[in-house]
């Protein structure tokens, strides 16, 4: 085996119910245990029972992801893996942190809600983003300028080779859609999403995030992580909470960092957390590296065999 990634899900990935197996093992209650006490047994009750509508809302899909994605991560520590690098699509970054040992789970949990809250309440009305499939990057910053003329938009997502989310005025968003398709786009598909994340309209809730990262007591992680902002690494406290401040209005740069990691030797990642989004996106990024992930007991098992026997 060559080297390791741990990789963590953002938004978008929740589901009802999401992590309950891995929430009964040993580590997972300790995990749920922590949950309950910096946000209340009612966040619990929302995470297993619903309703759906409440959990995505963003101040709840949030610390709900990244405690479940906190759970996977608990049973490989468990087995005594260690990763080489960690990183994280948008909110996963924070998992990443945590991972890392950057900083704790309960201050996880506390800045990610607050993150959220910030986030919704920065929305401007008419915001929205759209997904622009089968196109070059380059080509969608193409449609983004030209869409420009009637407002904000610009990419905020560059998940894979032909898959680019922009984001953006709603106006904006749909001229450069047109745009998209004109320039050869095979599909362009508006996102329902509660608001232009990661683009400039969300400059507010990043510098509002500010003050809360600060009071954060930020650890020397125990390996690199990949900040979605530039897909470098970062390592000191203050390039972390600039990346994170950065991220909340800048573009996540996933397939970059998919090639850093691949670059730097990693041949096996493994997902942790809700669905198998980041699988598939680093399966068109890196087709040939191993794809491991761990969301329930039966992923974990499964993945825990690999690596067993790849060592």
Not at 33 to 51: H, I, N, Q
Not at 69 to 79: C, D, H, K, N
Not at 273 to 297: C, F, H, M, S, W
């Amino acid at each position: 085996m060559n080297k390791l990634a741990v990789v963590f899900p953002g938004q978008g990935s929740q589901y009802v119910g999401m992590g309950k197996e891995l929430l009964q093992t040993a580590s997972g209650k300790g995990a749920y245990e922590t949950a309950r006490e910096v946000l209340g047994t009612s966040f619990l009750e929302l995470l297993e029972k619903g309703p759906e509508e409440e959990l995505q809302q963003t101040a709840n899909t949030q610390p709900a992801i990244l405690l479940v994605s906190i759970a996977a991560w608990l049973q490989l520590q468990e087995a005594g893996i260690k990763p080489d690098y960690v990183a994280g699509h948008s909110l996963g970054e924070y998992s990443a942190h945590v991972a890392a040992g950057s900083l704790t789970l309960a201050e996880a949990l506390n800045v990610v809600r607050r993150r959220g809250e910030l986030m919704q309440k920065a929305v401007p009305a008419g915001g929205g983003m759209a997904a622009i499939l089968g196109l070059t990057a380059e080509k969608v910053e193409e449609a983004c300028q030209r869409g420009a003329e009637l407002g904000v938009v610009a990419p905020a997502n560059f998940n894979c080779p032909g898959q680019v989310v922009i984001s953006g005025e709603l106006p904006a968003v749909t001229r450069a859609m047109e745009i998209a398709k004109e320039l050869g786009a095979k599909r362009a598909v508006p996102l329902a999403v509660s608001g232009p994340f990661h683009s400039r309209l969300m400059r507010k809730a990043g510098e509002e995030l500010l003050s809360v990262l600060e009071q954060v007591h930020w650890a020397t992680p125990s390996c690199p992580i990949v900040a979605n902002i530039d897909a470098g690494e970062v390592a000191s406290a203050e390039r972390t909470v600039q990346s994170l401040v950065d991220q909340v209005s800048g573009p996540v740069r996933w397939e970059q960092s998919v090639r850093y990691l691949v670059d730097s030797g990693v041949d096996t990642f493994i997902e942790c957390g809700p669905g198998k989004v980041l699988t598939g996106l680093i399966k068109k990024i890196a087709p040939g590296v191993n794809l491991l992930r761990v969301e329930d007991k039966e992923s974990l098992e499964k993945s825990l065999a690999y690596l067993k026997e790849s060592r």
